[in-house]
């Protein structure tokens, strides 16, 4: 019980934290005149299953190289392919030796390089396009970090959860994950601020037991030094800015929420069972007003789970001062959001969207579209 009152206490003056800085807040409208259009996507190729190179189990975790280059994170894979969908190179190599990988925790791309968190033992792979590996750091650290975010000026930065503050812990609890960085020589580590982030916990000894997230902890590097952080059911964005390594801006705009009913909740059912005791997230009110953050050059795309026949998903658009400056209705292929999981599996890159749809064979296939928006802000745009 006396660690259960020590997690409750460090999570309350997180929070503290946290809710001291002040949130700006937006109106429900943006100032952007030509906002609510409608914008529609055009295919242009799509990228199949190729045998004896690559094969699609679970694609995520899209990202887009400067040059163009798509990655996809898959089991035991790590995929490149150009800008016209051919397929590159694979840089998962199984294995513990150098350049070698056992799982992937997070990867991030540069203008010059590939930088992969590999687990078990922890280290820190750099790769240039080409393949070629660069460099292979160790990290002495006991802590096992649960996502690489993003690299800037000689530190990598992680989230970590704190396992033992919550050893024996059941029921709902606000899940501490907390902000860390790493400076380059795998030795200095420095914690920052903690994100509660409600879950369902059951927890029995250092290994036995699991949690379901309530909430939905969703993260995204903007702009190099930037870290956006969404960590509750409600409309509430967190910028923490690596060059301060400080919390500078929270913002959100008034959102009116959207109930949840077994036709628009199509979050899966998720549950715990421990020592013949199931453990259960609640059954929600609302949808989550927050499904997905995407970074689009200079300006942060919100996708809201609003959507409205005959116009598609409600994406917000904010700049790096938490203005909410745009937004507009995304045409969303069905298809590629008939799975809940295909919902996470986008991504955005100028011009172009990147989808996962599901083929007739229930085989999963990758499309890249051109988004048709002649009135999208671009950098330097001044708002009317």
């Known amino acids: 019980m006396r660690k259960t009152a020590l997690l409750f206490s460090f999570i309350l003056i997180f929070n503290s934290v946290i809710l001291a800085q002040a949130v700006i807040e937006n109106p429900e409208k943006p100032l952007g005149k030509n906002a609510g259009r409608i914008v529609q996507l055009k295919e242009i190729y799509r990228i199949i299953d190729e045998n004896g190179k690559y094969f699609f189990r679970r694609p995520h975790n899209f990202q887009v190289a400067p040059n163009g280059d798509l990655f996809i994170q898959d089991r035991e894979q790590l995929l490149q392919f150009d800008s016209k969908g051919n397929f590159i190179r694979n840089l998962y190599k199984k294995g513990q030796g150098p350049g070698e990988v056992t799982s992937i925790r997070g990867y991030q791309l540069t203008e010059t390089e590939v930088i992969i968190h590999s687990d078990s033992p922890s280290k820190i792979l750099k790769f240039d396009y080409e393949g070629n590996m660069l460099k292979e750091m160790p990290i002495n650290q006991k802590k096992r970090f649960y996502t690489f975010e993003f690299y800037y000026y000689e530190q990598y930065y992680f989230l970590y959860i704190d396992w033992e503050q919550i050893d024996k812990l059941e029921g709902v609890v606000g899940f501490p994950y907390k902000l860390v960085s790493l400076f380059a020589n795998g030795e200095i580590l420095t914690e920052y601020v903690t994100f509660p982030t409600k879950s369902v916990l059951a927890v029995k000894g250092e290994i036995k037991g699991g949690w379901v997230p309530v909430d939905r902890l969703i993260t995204i590097p903007w702009q190099e030094r930037y870290l956006v952080i969404s960590h509750t059911e409600e409309y509430l964005l967190t910028l923490f800015d690596a060059e301060s390594q400080q919390i500078v801006r929270r913002f959100k705009r008034k959102y009116p929420r959207i109930k949840a009913t077994d036709k628009n909740d199509k979050r899966p059912n998720l549950s715990i069972t421990l ?24 300006f942060l795309w919100v996708l809201t789970s609003t959507i409205e026949e005959g116009k598609g998903y409600m994406v917000d658009v904010f700049d790096i001062n938490g203005v909410y400056t ?14 809940y999981f295909g919902l996470f599996q986008m991504a955005i890159s100028g011009e172009f969207f990147y989808a996962t749809e599901k083929d007739k064979d229930d085989n999963y296939v990758i499309k890249k579209y051109r988004i048709l928006d002649g009135n999208r802000l671009k950098p330097g745009t001044q708002i009317p």
């Open 326 to 339: 745009d937004m507009f209705f995304l045409k969303v292929p069905k298809k590629a959001t008939d799975d």
């Open 275 to 298: 020592d013949r005791q199931k453990f259960q997230a609640p059954k929600r009110n609302y949808l989550y007003d927050i499904e997905q953050l995407w970074v689009n050059g200079e």
